[in-house]
């Protein structure tokens, strides 16, 4: 199937999207990292104990919180993004059938 260039358009700015989305949250799991203090090297190191990763949850959810408003932006926008791609892929496929 050859796609135009309108589709080839919406489906790269949804990859942007999901990829500012995924930078965003791999961001806010390093900052979590840097902000307890353990003897582990890494989470899920063996030194890692139930009250880093207690702290690593609280943390990364603070962040998370902080960052919600950005979070939600990119969510909603990628869900628009998603439901176009969808509508333009039933609209063009209609097209198909009502020809053949």
Do not use: F
């Not at 390093?30 to 090297?41: F, G, H, I």
Request: hydrophobic share 40%; proline share 2%.
């Amino acid at each position: 199937m050859t796609h135009t260039p309108e589709y080839l358009r919406m489906v790269a700015a949804r990859n942007a999207t999901e990829t500012r989305l995924r930078e965003l949250e791999r961001r806010l799991r390093e900052a979590a990292n840097t902000a307890v203090k353990s003897p582990a090297a890494h989470r899920g190191d063996s030194a890692w104990r139930k009250c880093d990763e207690a702290a690593w949850q609280a943390t990364l959810a603070e962040l998370r919180y902080r960052s919600r408003n950005e979070i939600g932006a990119l969510t909603v926008k990628l869900d628009r993004q998603q439901a176009a791609i969808r509508a333009w892929l039933a609209k063009a496929g209609g097209h198909r059938a009502k020809r053949n």
